[in-house]
């Protein structure tokens, strides 16, 4: 399938000298990088096999130096491969197109010697599958609502997504090999999934003596998944100090398996909190670390419908995260918290100043509670809140009061027309 990140990386190799695609492991990276390079009529040179890294190694200068642009898969294995293109950079100038790379881990995480384009590198991540491009459908929700919100609402009246279709949506999450598993396959693959992740990037990108202890952080992370972060408590929940706990977290983040959602607009109140929320960074993945599944989660026991609470929270926080990665320009993403409870689950700000903001309900109706952080929010903001929107499992859009709004869900990834 296209991949809507596919026609970003090639309006950008038309203005940047070197773009690096990074992302989680088994994410695509190297899908789209091999459908450029098949669209631009150039090899692919893949550092994740054995015999061409150890080619590479020796003839750096000469690989650099082949095609243009340079094609290079998992560039982490070889991190001064960097250094060789800058080199070419540096003889040729910084013109467009001279390389696309892709790594599984963030690029400042990388030893110093990887930090060589610092400047001449623009860095694009590459998030699961999208819900619009496993359907086939183009999203354009972020841009319906910065321009015209009742749009939105007033195109598509109803909605005949059942709450059944959300709970496998967010249990198969946007990973493509997971998506060709079911059942017990894919629930396999998730756990080789951690374990490689764990085992094998965490050390190869840093020397993590307690590997255990990261796991179990990484599986209490996922417990606590659109939630407040507490590392402190994380770190006495695994019994680790709060040193290691970080320099866990900050591990996790470099592998793009959790995401921290930072709180947004603490200079509007004094009394608004700081504290960052953590999510998993796919809703699948997070699903399996809990050890739930549909059968579990279509239950209307309390314990069911808070887990199922958190996950669709991350699992929205997650769709507007990839709409928001293709966007022509770039918008800030939190969340806004109050010392007395009023919140909003997910503001978006774009940036001219205009703020959307979303709070995500795992049920079918929107009470009047639900408004009260977007309310607030309005207030504080006057004329630079566009909407606020509630999100939920239930079929009907509406207009709830000036630029309040009620939306199901899947008009995330329902197109609208303008």
């Given amino acids: 399938m296209e991949r809507r990140v596919s026609e970003l990386l090639l309006e950008l190799a038309a203005v940047e000298p070197v773009i690096a695609l990074h992302g989680p492991r088994s994410v ?103 819900q619009g491009e496993l359907d086939g459908s183009r999203e354009n929700l972020l841009e319906v609502l910065r321009m015209a919100p009742a749009a939105a609402v007033q195109q598509i009246p109803t909605s005949t997504t059942m709450r059944t279709e959300y709970v496998e949506r967010v249990c198969a999450g946007g990973l493509p090999l997971a998506l060709r598993r079911t059942g017990v396959a894919r629930a396999r693959w998730f756990d080789d999934f951690v374990r490689a992740s764990v085992e094998r990037d965490a050390l190869e990108l840093s020397r993590v003596r307690e590997r255990q202890s990261m796991a179990d952080l990484f599986a209490h992370l996922a417990a606590q998944t659109g939630q407040l972060l507490n590392v402190t408590k994380a770190a006495e929940a695994v019994g680790v100090s709060r040193p290691t706990a970080e320099a866990h977290l900050r591990l996790l983040e470099d592998l793009f398996l959790v995401v921290r959602l930072p709180a947004w607009g603490t200079t509007l109140r004094s009394r608004v909190n700081a504290r960052p929320k953590v999510h998993v960074v796919d809703s699948g993945l997070a699903a399996r670390l809990l050890r739930l599944n549909p059968d579990k989660l279509e239950g209307l026991d309390p314990a069911a419908l808070t887990d199922f609470g958190h996950l669709l929270e991350t699992f929205v926080v997650g769709e507007v995260r990839k709409q928001a990665s293709w966007l022509n320009e770039s918008v800030s993403l939190g969340h806004w918290r109050t010392s007395d409870g009023a919140e909003v689950d997910l503001v978006i700000e774009y940036d001219d100043g205009t703020v959307i903001g979303l709070e995500v309900k795992a049920s079918e109706r929107a009470s009047a509670s639900d408004f009260r952080g977007l309310d607030q929010l309005r207030q504080a903001l006057g004329s630079r809140f566009a909407a ?31």
């Fill in 28 to 130: 695509g990276k190297s899908t789209v990088l091999r459908g450029f390079a098949a669209r631009v009529g150039s090899p692919v040179v893949d550092l994740d096999d054995v015999e061409v890294r150890e080619a590479v190694v020796g003839n750096l200068a000469a690989v650099v130096a082949d095609a243009t642009p340079l094609c290079v898969d998992e560039y982490q294995r070889v991190p001064d491969i960097l250094d060789a293109i800058k080199a070419r950079l540096n003889r040729e100038g910084s013109l467009p197109g001279t390389a696309v790379i892709t790594g599984s881990t963030r690029q400042d995480a990388l030893p110093a010697t990887a930090q060589a384009l610092t400047g001449r590198l623009h860095s694009l991540t590459i998030w699961p599958l999208s």
């Fill in 388 to 418: 606020g929107i509630v999100l939920t499992t239930g079929h009907r859009s509406f207009t709830y009061a000036d630029r309040l709004h009620v939306m199901p869900i899947d008009r995330l990834w329902t197109p609208v027309m303008l």
